[in-house]
């Protein structure tokens, strides 16, 4: 298997003022290529010391990992050659302009002069900005930074993009514009880490997790693996829209031995199961000469998933 | 791998073109002349009057100037250009966009030390070529071949010294968590060897060196002028061991040897006429003690800053 990330009993404990802060705890964590990874928990989490480790920007007390094959403390040069990163918070040199400070960038990841410019160009048209390049970076709103930020880790063409907290402060546009970027490099083949407690920000986009709080991890996993563990864990929910004897229909479905509620609300039967019955319900209907027009099972959100794993882990803490 | 001349010409480049570095030269051009023009006219007014001596060639007449100025700008050039070196890109998060890319900690820190090296040798450059072109012509007397080598052997040895200034502003820069609490630390730190330790050193001195004259001079016998003397000594020696804990001491010590400017008993037991015919060579030994300490102080609080900066935890 080819792992992105890969860590095992990562660590890191900080010791500040006397006080020691157990940030990141005992962490095993893998991450497959090609997946649009959600790194989800609230604040102060450890997330973003998570990150800063997985690039050799801090060094974790105990454990070790991995980043596209690369030892996190002993090849970090060559992580941050092939990984992209936006940190958070972040800031350009406000005095040079969008392309200057780009260029800068280029020529530190050793990008041949003749290239630079028009790497710069592209990475700057890539984000929207290729109109402002000339313009002084103390000028920029926040999104526009946050899009110069997503074009300084774009500029080395790498294999892995870390994004920390991207969409926080920006305005719903922004958020949108962000979004469609990820899915843009996203097809294009890239690995990316969204790092966020912003579930309904970038939640859509994901198709990994992995919930962390207080610096261990509570769940990880393909997002649609985790959503059916859910549904089997807690019931299917399904939502049925139809004509005629519906209270007929009601009666039936609850004589199901995998049913444990049926209840009406509205024009909706709303159904709690322990597998998905709708084959079953359809078979009802038909037979009962009922005309369905919804019949659709609801899936729990990425924040239901956060939720749960995020509540069981907080309630195991406080017993 | 980038090298540390990519992060150097990035530092070099915002440091001339800023505005802080440009306010600076241009306040100390401008003290320059008003110092060029206050010897001028004292020039001026001593050649009227009988009975007094004018100092001899270019250097007698402008090189106490030109001390005086340096032992000012030279600091300030360093810690201006210090302080805010690691804790400004800290503030900003731009140290932290920089350390993403594939460069080791070190290509940063030696860059700005670099591109500040660079920095300083040009504004020091650039104002002594002026103090020293301004005074030529103001006071109409050229400095020869041998004044010339000693005018560049004392801007190097400034160099030097605002480096130092430099070294100890960026390890405040690297220690402090905002760069307010470094500049502030940087200007005490100043001020207090350029005016708090110099007083205290003259009060010790004074207090445990009461020189007591009870007659005029002229009527003193040899053996009460040897005394005075040997007090003036004791007082001075306990002076200098006091001054000899800032570095403004050393500069100004390398500056009087290289310059060849009298220091009177502060040079030692040599007569005027000897201290004014020191050769170059002669006065790069006398200052070489001043001069190592210049570089170890340099040296320290750089290894320091490096040190501290290469295990600094970045969140």
Same mark, same amino acid.
């Given at each position: 298997?080819?792992?992105?990330?890969?860590?095992?009993?990562?660590?890191?404990?900080?010791?500040?003022?006397?006080?020691?802060?157990?940030?990141?705890?005992?962490?095993? @964590?893998?991450?497959?290529?090609?997946?649009?990874?959600?790194?989800?928990? $609230?604040?102060?989490?450890?997330?973003?010391?998570?990150?800063?480790?997985?690039?050799?920007?801090?060094?974790?007390?105990?454990?070790?990992?991995?980043?596209?094959?690369?030892?996190?403390?002993?090849?970090?040069?060559?992580?941050?050659?092939?990984?992209?990163?936006?940190?958070?918070?972040?800031?350009?040199?406000?005095?040079?302009?969008?392309?200057?400070?780009?260029?800068?960038?280029?020529?530190?990841?050793?990008?041949?002069?003749?290239?630079?410019?028009?790497?710069?160009?592209?990475?700057?048209?890539?984000?929207?900005?290729?109109?402002?390049?000339?313009?002084?970076?103390?000028?920029?709103?926040?999104?526009?930074?946050?899009?110069?930020?997503?074009?300084?880790?774009?500029?080395?063409?790498?294999?892995?993009?870390?994004?920390?907290?991207?969409?926080?402060?920006?305005? $719903?546009?922004?958020?949108?514009?962000?979004?469609?970027?990820?899915?843009? @490099?996203?097809?294009?083949?890239?690995?990316?880490?969204?790092?966020?407690?912003?579930?309904?920000?970038?939640? $859509?986009?994901?198709?990994?997790?992995?919930?962390?709080?207080?610096?261990?991890?509570?769940?990880?996993?393909?997002?649609?693996?985790?959503?059916?563990?859910?549904?089997?864990?807690?019931?299917?929910?399904?939502?049925?829209?139809?004509?005629?004897?519906?209270?007929?229909?009601?009666?039936?479905?609850?004589?199901?031995?995998?049913?444990?509620?049926?209840?009406?609300?509205?024009?909706?039967? @709303?159904?709690?199961?322990?597998?998905?019955?709708?084959?079953?319900?359809?078979?009802?209907?038909?037979?009962?000469?009922?005309?369905?027009?919804?019949?659709?099972?609801?899936?729990?959100?990425?924040?239901?998933?956060?939720?749960?794993?995020?509540?069981?882990?907080?309630?195991?803490?406080?017993? | 791998?980038?090298?540390?001349?990519?992060?150097?010409?990035?530092?070099?480049?915002?440091? #001339?073109?800023?505005?802080?570095?440009?306010?600076?030269?241009?306040?100390?051009?401008?003290?320059?002349?008003?110092?060029?023009?206050?010897?001028?006219?004292?020039?001026?007014?001593?050649?009227?009057?009988?009975?007094?001596?004018?100092?001899?060639? =270019?250097?007698?007449?402008?090189?106490?100037? *030109?001390?005086?100025?340096? %032992?000012?700008?030279?600091?300030?050039?360093?810690?201006?250009?210090?302080?805010?070196?690691? %804790?400004?890109?800290?503030?900003?998060?731009?140290?932290?966009?920089?350390?993403?890319?594939?460069?080791?900690?070190?290509?940063?820190?030696?860059?700005?030390?670099?591109?500040?090296?660079?920095?300083?040798?040009?504004?020091?450059?650039?104002? %002594?070529?002026?103090?020293?072109?301004?005074?030529?012509?103001?006071?109409?007397?050229?400095?020869?071949?041998?004044?010339?080598?000693?005018?560049?052997?004392?801007?190097?040895?400034?160099?030097?010294?605002?480096?130092?200034?430099?070294?100890?502003?960026?390890?405040?820069?690297?220690? %402090?968590?905002?760069?307010?609490?470094?500049?502030?630390?940087?200007?005490?730190?100043?001020?207090?060897?350029?005016?708090?330790?110099?007083?205290?050193?003259?009060?010790?001195?004074?207090?445990?060196?009461?020189?007591?004259?009870?007659?005029?001079?002229?009527?003193?016998?040899?053996?009460?002028?040897?005394?005075?003397?040997?007090?003036?000594?004791?007082?001075?020696?306990?002076?200098?061991?006091?001054?000899?804990?800032?570095?403004?001491?050393? =500069?100004?010590?390398?500056?009087?040897?290289?310059?060849?400017?009298?220091?009177?008993?502060?040079?030692?037991?040599?007569?005027?006429?000897?201290?004014?015919?020191?050769?170059?060579?002669?006065?790069?030994?006398?200052?070489?003690?001043?001069?190592? #300490? *210049?570089?170890?102080?340099?040296?320290?609080?750089?290894?320091?800053?490096?040190?501290?900066?290469?295990?600094?935890?970045?969140?």
């Amino acid at each position: 298997m080819s792992y992105a990330i890969e860590t095992y009993n990562l660590t890191k404990i900080y010791k500040s003022e006397g006080k020691t802060v157990v940030a990141v705890d005992h962490l095993n @964590l893998n991450v497959e290529k090609g997946l649009v990874f959600g790194l989800l928990g $609230p604040n102060g989490a450890g997330k973003t010391t998570l990150i800063m480790m997985l690039t050799g920007l801090t060094l974790p007390t105990s454990g070790s990992g991995k980043v596209l094959g690369y030892d996190i403390v002993k090849e970090s040069l060559q992580i941050r050659k092939k990984v992209g990163l936006l940190p958070d918070p972040f800031g350009f040199y406000d005095h040079l302009t969008a392309e200057q400070n780009l260029e800068y960038i280029a020529a530190l990841n050793d990008v041949p002069k003749a290239e630079r410019k028009k790497r710069v160009e592209d990475v700057l048209t890539a984000v929207g900005l290729y109109e402002v390049k000339d313009r002084k970076v103390r000028g920029f709103s926040r999104g526009m930074k946050q899009r110069l930020g997503i074009a300084q880790a774009l500029i080395k063409d790498p294999e892995l993009l870390i994004f920390d907290e991207p969409t926080a402060g920006l305005d $719903p546009e922004g958020a949108r514009a962000f979004r469609e970027q990820v899915g843009r @490099l996203s097809k294009e083949g890239k690995t990316i880490m969204l790092s966020t407690h912003l579930l309904f920000e970038v939640g $859509p986009l994901c198709n990994y997790i992995a919930v962390i709080n207080r610096g261990k991890l509570i769940v990880q996993g393909r997002v649609r693996e985790l959503i059916e563990k859910m549904m089997v864990e807690e019931g299917y929910r399904i939502r049925v829209k139809a004509t005629g004897d519906v209270q007929t229909l009601i009666a039936n479905i609850a004589q199901l031995n995998e049913v444990s509620e049926v209840k009406r609300e509205g024009d909706t039967i @709303l159904i709690k199961a322990s597998r998905d019955v709708r084959s079953d319900v359809n078979k009802i209907a038909l037979s009962l000469g009922l005309e369905i027009s919804t019949l659709q099972v609801e899936e729990p959100t990425l924040e239901d998933l956060f939720m749960k794993y995020y509540r069981r882990d907080e309630v195991a803490e406080h017993a | 791998m980038p090298s540390m001349f990519t992060v150097a010409l990035k530092e070099f480049s915002d440091v #001339v073109k800023g505005r802080r570095f440009i306010v600076l030269v241009i306040v100390f051009g401008l003290l320059l002349t008003v110092a060029i023009a206050s010897v001028y006219l004292t020039v001026m007014q001593s050649i009227n009057i009988p009975g007094i001596a004018m100092p001899r060639g =270019f250097l007698g007449r402008a090189a106490y100037t *030109l001390v005086t100025m340096m %032992s000012y700008f030279a600091p300030i050039i360093g810690l201006a250009l210090g302080f805010d070196a690691m %804790s400004g890109e800290k503030e900003k998060g731009t140290l932290k966009i920089v350390l993403a890319q594939p460069v080791y900690r070190d290509t940063v820190i030696n860059g700005k030390f670099l591109a500040a090296l660079l920095a300083t040798s040009l504004a020091i450059l650039v104002a %002594s070529i002026a103090n020293i072109g301004g005074a030529a012509f103001v006071l109409g007397v050229t400095p020869t071949g041998e004044e010339v080598a000693r005018l560049v052997l004392f801007i190097a040895f400034s160099i030097l010294f605002a480096m130092t200034y430099y070294s100890i502003a960026v390890l405040l820069s690297t220690i %402090s968590k905002r760069t307010t609490q470094s500049m502030i630390i940087g200007v005490v730190l100043w001020a207090i060897f350029t005016f708090v330790i110099p007083i205290i050193a003259s009060l010790v001195a004074f207090t445990a060196r009461p020189i007591r004259i009870g007659q005029n001079i002229q009527n003193m016998t040899r053996e009460e002028m040897q005394r005075l003397m040997e007090e003036m000594r004791s007082r001075i020696a306990i002076t200098e061991a006091i001054n000899s804990f800032t570095p403004n001491y050393h =500069f100004s010590r390398i500056a009087q040897y290289i310059l060849n400017i009298y220091t009177g008993i502060a040079i030692g037991s040599r007569t005027s006429a000897e201290v004014r015919s020191i050769s170059i060579m002669e006065g790069l030994t006398s200052a070489w003690p001043n001069i190592l #300490v *210049l570089v170890l102080i340099t040296a320290i609080a750089f290894i320091a800053s490096y040190m501290i900066f290469m295990r600094q935890e970045i969140r």
